[in-house]
């Protein structure tokens, strides 16, 4: 019998908490996923953060560049609710054995060396290595991770990029040990290609019940939900 897709909360239990939260990945162990996904940053001193956006704007309404903040400028913004901007190393700290798919946000190529050290170097002292999987769309971090890490990586990659990207002609260079594609990329032809060239196949940002179950009969390894309690129950029905 084929396992089950792995779940993933897409930057925690984002449909139901702040995204890139304690709070959100709080509720996504509460909601029996697996694992979850999130996003780091660099600080303009060096500490790895756990935010998406490059600037405030979205989340709390102010203009600065995460990348031209201080730590302790960014740990005093207020979020929504009364959250917080997370370290990666509070987050692993926090999670037990959830798997974690860190996500790197390209920083450019002036600074992609020292993210992916510092995501090594955080991974290292959390002695979280087991239980992390590095991943990017900027080819440059996954090539890093590879090659200077003992992390597992991922290359990422979406509809809207142009053919080599989205059809991951990089892949055979960067040798990732998975291949993270959008959803609508994933067919019974596309995974018959990437499992004859042996990468797992986690797949974002899958919400739906219809979607979660067609995914998983096309044998992915792993699903990434805004809504990991929704996307489990979708499976236990498939």
């Keep these: 019998m084929r396992r089950r897709p792995l779940v993933y909360g897409h930057r925690g239990a984002s449909a139901h908490a702040l995204e890139n939260t304690m709070a959100a990945f709080a509720r996504a162990q509460a909601d029996g996923a697996d694992g979850v996904e999130l996003d780091v ?39 929504p609710g009364g959250e917080r901007v997370p370290r990666l190393e509070q987050v692993l700290g926090e999670t037990g054995a959830l798997l974690v798919n860190v996500e790197i946000k ?102 739906g019940a219809d979607e979660v179950r067609r995914l998983a009969g096309l044998g992915v390894d792993a699903i990434i939900s805004n809504d990991p309690a929704a996307a489990a129950a979708a499976l236990s029905g498939a």
């Design 106 to 207: 390209s920083p450019g190529w002036r600074r992609v060396r020292d993210v992916v050290a510092a995501v090594r170097a955080c991974v290292a002292r959390c002695r979280a290595r087991e239980r992390v999987l590095v991943s990017s769309f900027d080819p440059a971090a996954v090539a890093l991770t590879r090659i200077a890490t003992d992390l597992r990586c991922g290359l990422l990659f979406h509809a809207r990029q142009r053919r080599p990207l989205r059809d991951a002609w990089l892949a055979p260079v960067l040798r990732p040990h998975a291949l993270h594609p959008e959803r609508v990329l994933v067919d019974a032809g596309s995974m018959a290609r990437w499992r004859a060239r042996g990468y797992q196949v986690n797949v974002w940002t899958v919400d």
């Design 41 to 79: 940053r660099l600080t303009a001193d060096g500490e790895l953060v756990v935010f998406h956006d490059d600037d405030l704007d979205r989340i709390a309404g102010r203009p600065e560049r995460i990348d031209q903040l201080g730590w302790p400028q960014l740990a005093a913004v207020a979020l």
